[in-house]
């Protein structure tokens, strides 16, 4: 498609989403202009569609664009000039631009003020609320004041008056909206709501499952030019109080490296690493009883299962809820059989929804955000070191799979029952500590909305 009156010189690749634009026909900002002689080394104008934001009509033979800079990753502005029909160029462009994304226009915005060591205003302030401005979206913001803040306000909050939520902050604010979802009469149908995260905690695996990006522009834009996506949650049980997780629940040495070393706080992220190492020099004392519903702990076929699901859903490229369910490769339900395991030489209890539970982790290599199941790894403390640092060394690429140290599970439901060994241990639920008592937890599946890219989720090779 054409738009400028000289030919060539300003034109869409529709397949390839790209707009060209000779640098003839661009005009860059004064003040960028001013502040170095790039109106000489100009290049021509190569923009993919998707990090368009807006186009404004200037006059009739010219158009401002307002666009997400890829390689900056700030908003940026310039104007094309001698179009034959800027009107033409700004609907076209407009439709294009926002072609099979979800229309959302009301977003309510909840920011941590702590999370991420007092980063996550700043990144809302500087780096995504300019994206949802530019945009033209219309955000509510909230700075949380207490913890359990966030939860209370979307508990209670009109639903009907916002399009979908967004936590800046880390995986433990985006656990208490979730919960706070949770929390409402309406929960079944409060779940519907997508819930997003722009990425301003330390641990930020939500964001980075659902698009694979760490730069919290990216991830905006992703949440701006996004659809409706669901994923898989657990129901946590204890003693009849109700939970939901997202993300992993978790005993042993990688729960107590984590929230055991809260007074390390001021390490930020190195402080888990500090932890397990001092850790790895102890004795281990972990023990449990664990009673599972499991459909598979045959790696072989869990492998399989997993290969056949990435092909479907690389062949089925238009990804989304439905696409994805209809005739996916699963699991012999048939064989589901009650597995009980009292584990007195535990150093990792680590059950997971979602592959990566941090950018560098990839704990879950086989996990896939629909199947339905909770995934489940387990290593055993005799030997104690050899199977940890093995599993650390290649957890970054999920290469711990195949380890012979470690069992995994696909599972429906377990029971899990910590014992009481006289040490100080924790249990963690989504990176945050729960009651040191008995629980169960139970596959919710496709109970979790959000919005992420088509490609969003995507199952990895292995
Ligand atoms: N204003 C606030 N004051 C204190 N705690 C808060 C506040 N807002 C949220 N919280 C709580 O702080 C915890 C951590 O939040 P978040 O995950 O956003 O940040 P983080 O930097 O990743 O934290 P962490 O270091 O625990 O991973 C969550 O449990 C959240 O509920």
Redesign the pocket.
């Known amino acids: 498609m054409e738009f400028g009156k000289r030919v060539n010189s300003i034109r869409l690749d529709e397949e390839e989403r790209i707009l060209y634009v000779d640098k003839a026909c661009v005009v860059l900002p004064t003040d960028l202009r001013s502040c170095c002689s790039l109106k000489e080394l100009k290049p021509d104008l190569l923009l993919p569609l998707k990090y368009l934001l807006r186009v404004d009509i200037a006059d009739p033979q010219a158009a401002i664009l307002h666009y997400l800079s890829p390689t900056s990753k700030k908003c940026a502005h310039c104007t094309v000039c001698s179009l034959s029909n800027a009107y033409e160029f700004e609907r076209y462009l407009t439709e294009r631009a926002y072609t099979g994304t979800h229309g959302f226009k009301r977003f309510f915005v909840l920011v941590?003020?702590?999370?991420?060591?007092g980063k996550?205003s700043k990144i809302w302030q500087q780096i995504a609320s300019p994206i949802f401005q530019t945009a033209h979206l219309e955000c509510r913001i909230v700075f949380?004041?207490?913890?359990?803040?966030?939860r209370s306000i979307i508990a209670n909050i009109d639903l009907n008056s916002l399009d979908a939520i967004i936590c800046v902050?880390?995986?433990?604010?985006?656990?208490?909206c979730l919960n706070g979802l949770g929390d409402r009469k309406d929960n079944n149908a409060a779940f519907e709501t997508p819930l997003c995260m722009i990425p301003?905690?330390?641990?930020?695996a939500f964001s980075y499952n659902a698009t694979q990006e760490t730069h919290p522009a990216l991830v905006a834009l992703e949440i701006v030019k996004g659809v409706k996506k669901s994923f898989d949650l657990m129901t946590f049980d204890q003693k009849g109080d109700i939970s939901y997780s997202f993300l992993s629940a978790n005993y042993g040495i990688i729960a107590d490296s984590d929230v055991g070393t809260d007074n390390l706080?001021f390490m930020g992220e190195n402080r888990t690493i500090l932890g397990f190492l001092i850790r790895l020099f102890q004795k281990p004392s972990w023990k449990c009883k664990v009673e599972m519903e499991v459909v598979s702990s045959d790696r072989n076929e869990i492998r399989n299962t997993y290969l056949q699901r990435l092909q479907h859903a690389t062949v089925n490229r238009n990804g989304g809820r439905t696409d994805r369910i209809v005739n996916v490769p699963m699991y012999n339900e048939q064989n589901v059989s009650r597995v009980t395991l009292d584990i007195q030489d535990l150093s990792v209890f680590y059950a997971g929804l979602l592959p990566y539970v941090a950018a560098d982790m990839r704990a879950f290599p086989v996990c896939d955000i629909d199947d339905g199941l909770i995934d489940i790894v387990i290593v055993r403390s005799s030997p104690f070191r050899k199977p940890l640092l093995s599993m650390f060394m290649n957890i970054e690429t999920g290469g711990h799979f195949d380890s012979q140290f470690l069992s995994y599970y696909k599972v429906r439901s377990f029971r899990f029952t910590p014992i009481d060994t006289g040490c100080h241990h924790y249990f963690v639920l989504d990176?945050?500590e729960y009651p040191f008592i008995p629980f169960e937890c139970r596959i919710a599946p496709g109970l979790g909305t959000t919005l992420a890219s088509q490609a969003g989720f995507k199952l990895l090779s292995l």
Not at 112 to 117: D, L, S, Y
Not at 200 to 204: A, K, M, R, S
């Open positions: 941590n003020p702590f999370g991420g060591q996550a949380t004041e207490y913890k359990n803040h966030a902050g880390g995986d433990g604010l985006f656990h208490e301003g905690g330390t641990g930020n706080r990176g945050e």
